[in-house]
């Protein structure tokens, strides 16, 4: 029923305006003529066209299958697009072409699982985009290369398991990126580079194992860094040393810990750094050796080294005791070679001048 309405109602609309606002209340809901236009759990065509006036259009929920990039082609004043709980699984090639002066997309809970090397063409004003809760398996590169002014992109709830190097490079202005709940396994140096401006970084809830030495060494202005659950057993000093944004926030818990010497060094010079902050390292807690798990770290870091200080302590002694013991022995073997006792020849001319006076 909805369907046969829009498809009237929307090609009269930019005809005439004075019977076009009641129109508009029958199908979608409209505000200020067609410059807010919300057709929000109205089942729309993807054919559909729209008055070219809109700034503001919301096709959440509305059964979308794909894009209606035919539709938002005359739509060259459009500020915000709202997409989100549909059923896209494609984006068509230049569906975004004509919208440069959009700030605002949205197409989050949809079904796509790849964006093209066209995804980003036309939209040059792009602040924030939301690609949460899709099927979203790899990044690369070209299908962000013209968001130069983007500063908010929220990819979390996908199945991103891989970043291409440098795929993140044209999004010079990008202050806030959300990664959590993906398919992460390693960070490689390169994947968040030329992103000066990000203040923001949240990997909570990957499979981050391995965290190249200078995967952060680009991130002058990061205030907030979250890498809690994931797979982390050991850390680099040198990996957060790189951060020089004075005062980043770091979040470690919930990652299986190897408590030992080396892991209480490397938080202790974490806390000697002044402009890195642990907010949870209270939370930090082992998992393996078994004999500490479910401790907090914090609970046995002074203890951790005491075994390792304990057995070089007792090597130490072990080594001088068998090179005193090995001194002694050679100072027997040389003396026996050599002669007898200075006692030994004191007694043989004793008894010798005994027996010359008799």
Request: with cysteine; glycine share 4%.
């Amino acid at each position: 029923m909805y369907f046969h309405y829009l498809v009237w109602f929307w090609i009269p609309l930019s005809l005439a305006d004075s019977g076009a606002h009641h129109l508009c209340q029958r199908t979608c809901f409209c505000k200020e003529g067609a410059l807010f236009v919300n057709c929000s759990g109205v089942h729309v065509s993807s054919d559909l066209t729209f008055p070219p006036e809109t700034e503001h259009l919301d096709l959440s929920n509305s059964n979308l299958y794909s894009i209606p990039s035919k539709g938002l082609r005359s739509l060259w004043k459009l500020q915000v697009l709202l997409l989100r709980d549909n059923y896209i699984s494609r984006i068509e090639e230049r569906a975004f072409v004509s919208l440069e002066r959009l700030h605002k997309l949205d197409i989050c809970r949809n079904e796509i699982s790849f964006l093209g090397n066209s995804f980003s063409l036309g939209l040059i004003s792009l602040h924030e985009l939301t690609l949460a809760s899709n099927r979203l398996q790899e990044l690369h590169y070209k299908s962000f290369r013209n968001f130069e002014n983007l500063q908010k992109l929220n990819l979390q709830n996908n199945n991103i398991s891989s970043i291409e190097t440098g795929a993140f490079r044209s999004l010079t202005r990008l202050r806030k990126l959300y990664l959590q709940n993906n398919q992460l396994h390693t960070l490689h140096n390169g994947v968040f580079s030329m992103l000066q401006h990000l203040e923001v970084l949240n990997l909570e809830g990957n499979m981050i194992k391995n965290i190249a030495p200078g995967v952060f060494h680009s991130l002058s202005s990061l205030t907030v860094l979250n890498l809690v659950q994931n797979k982390i057993e050991h850390i680099r000093f040198k990996t957060f040393l790189s951060l020089q944004t004075p005062g980043t926030h770091i979040l470690l818990s919930d990652n299986p810990w190897f408590c030992d010497c080396d892991l209480q060094r490397v938080f202790a010079k974490l806390h000697s750094v002044r402009r890195l902050i642990l907010d949870d390292y209270d939370n930090v807690t082992c998992v393996e050796p078994q004999v500490l798990r479910s401790l907090p770290l914090s609970s046995v870091d002074t203890q951790l080294c005491i075994a390792e200080t304990v057995t070089v302590l007792v090597i130490t002694f072990t080594v001088f005791v068998t090179v005193v013991a090995a001194i002694v022995m050679a100072e027997r073997n040389r003396k026996k070679r050599t002669g007898k006792h200075w006692s030994e020849d004191s007694e043989v001319s004793y008894e010798s001048h005994h027996c010359l006076n008799h």
